[in-house]
């Protein structure tokens, strides 16, 4: 597993600033440096000792750094690779907080030197208020943080950014960059869309009817709020991941001339059905489960450890809903040219399903409780 010891943080937002504050009460030796356009964004991030220098260029932020976090805007991200790329030491790992990943992956990899490694990320958190004033350390507490490693990722760097989420409390899971697209597309942009153009709707007709904001009560309050997010963020993050939105919204089209159609027949029942369907969904959402140490089952895998033997075995596993709470390579005498990959999953049933999803994959693996009965 790769030492970091020096962590570099470039953006000094919500996100970069919180990152910063639980890496380092993950292990008080970090050294986290840290960069932002915003000289006021740095003089805080130092003042409230979340980070430990501040940095005069982003080459300097990075030089000698292990870890470099790209918290910027996605549309920035690109740029920063490029005005850092000649200033990173070998085997550097590269990660950014963009919500969008594809395009960003692949305009990544092709940049960078060989001896440096990037690896996608994207954490599910969040908050109403922005700015590194309202940086916290429990951000990512329970929250997931989705990476998004391609067949070409190094096993040594993976491991080790997934060890760091998860020990700072995030659920990590392993996706491949379209697929994660696709996913945030439906759960995360097509609602933010639909809420700015619901207030937009409103806005419009409140001009003829008068007390139509006054009567926006709770329900309109709720599925709203989102609208009121940082717009250029989200400017960036549409035209991001622009293709697969335009197909999330095509496919919600068809969703509502469906049910349009239902009230149309006036077809009670079908209206019915709909709406407890629905409900039943809602109220069946995946909720939190605290960690039980005596409901581990670890995993385990013979594997070459070659470039994107994790990535493929971890995407295969989160493809099934499955967290894992820890992941790390055990090199044997056994395995001359690799090693064991131990993986921790809760539950037996998420054993069985981890196992099952690592041989369909095409290897072999065994599974045990980590604490016996």
């Known amino acids: 597993m790769t030492n970091i010891k020096k962590i570099a943080v470039i953006g000094l937002g919500l996100i970069g600033g ?17 960069f ?43 740029n920063v690779v490029e005005d ?63 990476l998004t490693p391609t067949e070409k990722t190094a096993s040594d760097p993976l491991i080790t950014l997934h060890s760091l989420l998860t020990g700072i409390g995030a659920k990590v899971i392993t996706i491949n960059p379209e697929e994660h697209d696709e996913n945030v ?10 809420s700015t153009n619901l207030v937009d709707m409103i806005d419009d007709r409140h001009n003829d009817m008068k007390n139509l904001f006054k009567l926006c009560a709770g329900g309109f309050r709720d599925m709203t709020r989102i609208a009121a997010a940082n717009t250029k963020i989200w400017v960036d993050i549409s035209l991001e991941n622009r293709d697969k939105i335009i197909n999330a919204i095509n496919e919600y089209i068809k969703y509502l001339n ?14 019915k059905d709909h709406y407890v369907k629905a409900q039943n969904a809602r109220v069946n959402l995946p909720k939190f489960v605290e960690k039980d140490i005596s409901n581990l089952y670890e995993v385990r895998v013979a594997m070459v450890d070659k470039t994107g033997e994790i990535s493929e075995i971890t995407t295969a596993i989160s493809s099934h809903g499955i967290n894992i709470e820890d992941i790390s390579i055990f090199h044997s005498t056994e395995f001359s040219t690799g090693g064991i990959l131990k993986i921790l999953v809760q539950g037996e049933d998420a054993g069985k399903i981890t196992k099952e999803a690592i ?15």
């Open 18 to 34: 919180s990152l910063a504050l639980a890496l380092k009460n993950l292990n008080k030796d970090f050294i986290i440096s840290g």
């Open 258 to 271: 469906r049910f349009k159609s239902k009230l149309e027949k006036k077809d009670i029942e079908s209206i």
């Open 84 to 146: 850092i790329k000649d200033s990173l030491k070998k085997g550097a790992i590269i990660t950014d907080v963009g919500s969008a990943k594809e395009k960003v992956v692949r305009r990544v990899n092709e940049i960078l030197p060989e001896d440096v490694f990037f690896i996608g990320g994207h954490p599910m958190a969040g908050s109403e208020n922005e700015g590194i004033l309202s940086a916290t350390p429990d951000l990512f507490k329970n929250t997931f943080y989705i």
């Open 185 to 194: 597309a439906l759960i995360s942009h097509l609602p933010h869309v639909l």
């Open 36 to 78: 932002d356009i915003k000289k006021e964004s740095m003089d805080m991030a130092r003042y409230r000792n979340v980070i430990d220098m501040i940095s005069n260029n982003i080459s300097e932020a990075v030089s000698d750094a292990d870890l470099i976090i790209i918290a910027t805007p996605i549309s920035e991200i690109v």
């Open 359 to 373: 041989e369909k994959a095409g290897y072999e693996a065994s599974v045990k409780k980590v604490l016996s009965d």
